[in-house]
Nanobody
């Protein structure tokens, strides 16, 4: 069974930093791409970043570019998302997702496996 487990969420003041982790199990990690998404109350899930594990290609939403950096430790089957200069509009539940397509994508429909989500609240 493929499992994704997110960690690292919490409460932070605007301008602060957090680092999310997404640990995967039950799969050949380097055959996938991993995406980070967020969903605020009453809004649709939106893509934040994506990493193709096999070659390290990345993709970022314009709203987080230069503030968030996605990376992986393939020996640990884990993807990280350090987030700097957090903004109140970034308050949401953050999910990591897995797609078997080794392409850069932030379309939620391309992702078939999801973690349970971790809450991030950015106070002003």
């Amino acid at each position: 069974e493929v499992l994704l487990v997110e960690s690292g969420g919490g409460l932070v003041q605007a301008g602060g930093s957090l680092r999310l982790s997404c640990a995967a199990s039950g799969l050949a990690f380097d055959e996938y791409a991993v995406g980070w998404f967020r969903q605020a109350p009453g809004k649709e899930r939106e893509g934040v970043s994506c990493l193709v594990i096999s070659d390290g290609r990345t993709l970022y939403a314009d709203s987080v570019k230069y503030r968030f950096t996605i990376s992986s430790d393939n020996a640990k089957n884990t993807v990280y998302l350090p987030m700097n200069s957090l903004k109140p509009k970034g308050t949401a539940v953050y999910y990591c997702g897995l797609t078997p397509f080794s392409v850069r994508t932030m379309n939620p429909a391309d992702f078939g496996t999801w973690g349970q989500g971790t809450q991030i609240t950015v106070s002003s």
